[in-house]
């Protein structure tokens, strides 16, 4: 047992002043308020849930800052930057990617991310050929995050083809690609590797539709029926328009039209949405997974977020290539994003409520149903994954901690850091950085060296 004394938290019904909460082991067992506080009491300024990472793929952390150079025509993009992150793929080990996930883990819980979910498609060795235990770099996923004590939502990737209409596969992506009944098997060893992590949920993920068949793709989504199921759809206008040339229909018209998309799915950036694909979206009720860092970063395009708010659609945020991880930075520029577009502030508020606190609240939600979390946010029964904020935030209240945190003060501001119950950052700073860090500057030392 534990407890907590905070002079304001944010519960699932909004703001509240001397709030006591009791935990036992990973969950909350109690949440009291406004009560004085007990001896014995850890006492704190400001408590806020952890938010969920629906969207991260580790590996690509070990190239942030690498691709920011344009090559000799000038005519950079998207497919230009996968080019350099394939270069990486082809090099890296098991011991590599654990090094790597561990500081990416590190770097997503000392910024208020709770729990990760790790889009996960390097599966095999580098010629290709499965290593002998199928998960072998899931395994590795799974060391760093009980290393780190990350939530874990390990999503397997299934990748078969290189575009629509199932043509095969490019030599570099044969890290990426099994059949369905190798997927099947990998499936089921990635649950071993995951099966002593504290929390530890697993879900399929078919990568896009280009790197997988309509017949495939419902294969898939079929092979763990009540888990997550996350698709990356729409990103880009190339593949847009490979889409309408090869099937007629736009990539979520084609999605929504072919399989029963529902609760459990989360369609990841979805940039690219039509009004009819937005309703048709909202009316499903999957999560869209927006990685606004990374879809600036990659010049993918705008989504409009604004628009979707207003159809009731569900929404979380992914750190994706992890080239900067921060949950406050990534709710503040989805925002800007849409009043550079509109030409107006405040766009992404519900009503009664600052942008801050609309914007946190939803995607606390949507990232716990993308996720496969029931019950999440400070309140009985749920885990025990809560952030406390410092800074100068305490000499604000309500909506403005929020919205202080979110547009002015960022990650700087956090200052401890609980999941299931164990506290994993202090004063900002996770309690095994200085360790995992060692090893992590070893592994670049190795892997970019020349
Ligand atoms: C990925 N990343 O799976 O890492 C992709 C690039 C692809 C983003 N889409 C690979 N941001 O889409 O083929
Ligand atoms: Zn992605």
């Known amino acids: 047992m534990a407890s907590f004394w905070f002079d304001h938290a944010w519960l699932p019904d909004g703001w509240a002043r001397q709030v006591r909460v009791e935990t036992a082991g990973q969950t909350i067992l109690s949440v009291e308020h406004p009560v004085a506080p007990m001896p014995g009491d850890a006492r704190h300024a400001i408590a806020l849930p952890g938010l969920a990472n629906l969207h991260s793929h580790a590996f690509q952390h070990a190239m942030a800052g690498l691709a920011e150079r344009a090559g000799g025509d000038g005519n950079d993009s998207f497919w230009t930057w996968r080019h350099r992150m394939y270069d990486l793929v082809g090099r890296l080990t098991p011991d ?10 590190i770097e997503m819980l000392e910024a208020g ?4 979910g790790e889009f996960h498609y390097l599966h095999h060795q580098s010629d290709g050929t499965p290593y002998d235990a199928p998960a072998e770099m899931a395994a590795a996923l799974a060391a760093a995050a009980s290393e780190t004590g990350i939530g874990l939502t390990l999503l397997p990737v299934f990748y078969a083809h290189a575009g629509f209409g199932g043509t095969p596969p490019e030599p570099a992506q044969r890290r990426f690609i099994t059949d369905l009944d190798g997927y099947a098997r990998l499936l089921d060893d990635s649950r071993q590797a995951i099966a002593g992590l504290d929390g530890a949920v697993i879900g399929v993920a078919p ?9 495939e793709l419902a294969a898939v989504a079929n092979m763990l029926p009540d888990a997550p199921v996350h698709i990356h759809v729409a990103e880009q206008t190339g593949e847009v328009a490979d889409c309408l040339a090869w099937s007629g229909q736009r990539p979520i018209q084609l999605l929504l039209g072919s399989l029963p998309v529902d609760a459990r799915w989360c369609l990841v950036h979805a940039t690219h949405a039509e009004p009819s694909e937005l309703q048709a979206m909202a009316h499903s009720g999957a999560v869209v997974g927006l990685c606004p860092i990374t879809e600036a970063n990659l010049g993918d395009g705008l989504f409009p977020a604004a628009e979707w708010r207003t159809l009731g659609g569900r929404w979380g945020i992914g750190s994706d290539s992890n080239i900067r991880i921060d949950a406050s930075e990534e709710l503040r520029l989805l925002e800007y994003g849409q009043r550079l577009r509109r030409q107006r502030r405040n766009l ?3 009503d009664g409520r600052s942008t801050g606190t609309t914007l946190f609240g939803e995607a606390l939600a949507g990232g716990a149903q993308a996720l496969g979390v029931a019950g999440t946010g400070l309140a009985a029964g749920a885990p025990a994954d809560f952030i406390t ?4 935030l305490e000499h604000v209240a309500g909506d403005a901690i929020m919205d202080r945190w979110i547009f002015a003060r960022g990650a700087a ?10 506290q994993l950052v202090s004063g900002g700073r996770h309690v095994a950085r200085d360790r995992l860090a060692a090893r992590h500057a070893a592994c ?3 892997l970019l060296a020349g």
């Open 389 to 392: 904020l410092g800074a100068d």
């Open 413 to 422: 501001a956090i200052d401890g850091v609980w999941r299931a119950g164990r």
């Open 113 to 116: 991310f709770t729990r990760v």
């Open 207 to 215: 990568h896009s539709l280009r790197a997988v068949t309509l017949p």
């Open 444 to 446: 670049l030392q190795s």
């Open 348 to 350: 992404l508020c519900a």
């Open 96 to 105: 590599h990617l654990q090094a790597i996930a561990a500081m990416a883990q």
